[in-house]
T-cell receptor, first 118, second 112 residues
Framework: NAGVTQTPKFRILKIGQSMTLQCAQD?????MYWYRQDPGMGLKLIYY???????DKGEVPNGYNVSRSTTEDFPLRLELAAPSQTSVYFC?????????????????FGDGTRLSIL | DAKTTQPNSMESNEEEPVHLPCNHS???????IHWYRQLPSQGPEYVIH???SNVNNRMASLAIAEDRKSSTLILHRATLRDAAVYYC?????????????FGSGTQLTVLP
């Protein structure tokens, strides 16, 4: 089982360049998330999606954009890369619980994309 | 969001039990307690979660205090592969946001 797949694994960008970090999951999960992790710190939520066509901001959305055209894919877009966006980016997904309460559904994470902006 | 407090680091000997504490004195009645761990250069991995009762799974056990203001993650026999940062996270059962709010976690070192 592939789970959550992130590409690329590593990338170096120049200031002002743009790129898209790809995330795909094959578990038919409704919820998908993008986090960033700076060195020695915990993860911070950038954007999340509760289903195709629906996205919402997390704690640190500035400088990023997302889209969710399918259940499987949740790409993260950096339009004008800045040194402050140097980080490790993690995508995650979780299922929607039919009974309504979904706070007890674990999130499944990808292996991350290590992004450096110089 | 309710906060959690964990020790920055802990050490354990291989093959011995490890008790990782977490304080969450401002927990609300509908908050679930989740534990994740992150091995070096990997994404976080779900370990266990619970609401009020103690929980067991193949990876670990979760002991929740009666007043729910603290919990303990128990690894019954630590192995070298258990060396990781362990995060204790509270997740609300209501509201639209489903984010995991990660603190700095506990760095577990397992000594051979």
């Amino acid at each position: 089982n592939a789970g959550v797949t992130q590409t690329p694994k590593f990338r170096i960008l120049k200031i002002g360049q743009s790129m898209t970090l790809q995330c795909a999951q094959d578990m038919n999960h409704n919820y998908m998330y993008w986090y960033r992790q700076d060195p020695g710190m915990g993860l911070k939520l950038i954007y999340y999606s509760v289903g195709a066509g629906i996205t919402d901001k997390g704690e640190v959305p500035n400088g990023y954009n997302v889209s969710r055209s399918t259940t499987e894919d949740f790409p993260l877009r950096l339009e004008l890369a800045a040194p402050s966006q140097t980080s490790v980016y993690f995508c995650a997904s979780s299922p929607l619980r039919v009974s309504g309460s979904y706070s007890n559904q674990p999130q499944h994470f990808g292996d991350g994309t290590r992004l450096s902006i110089l | 969001d309710a906060k959690t407090t964990q020790p920055n680091s802990m050490e354990s000997n291989e093959e011995e039990p490890v008790h990782l504490p977490c304080n969450h004195s401002t927990i609300s009645g509908t908050d679930y307690i989740h534990w994740y761990r992150q091995l070096p250069s990997q994404g976080p991995e779900y370990v266990i979660h619970g609401l009020t009762s103690n929980v067991n799974n193949r990876m670990a056990s979760l002991a929740i205090a009666e007043d729910r203001k603290s919990s303990t993650l128990i690894l019954h026999r630590a192995t070298l592969r258990d060396a990781a940062v362990y995060y204790c996270i509270l997740l609300q059962s209501s509201g639209s946001a489903r984010q995991l709010t990660f603190g700095s976690g506990t760095q577990l070192t397992v000594l051979p």
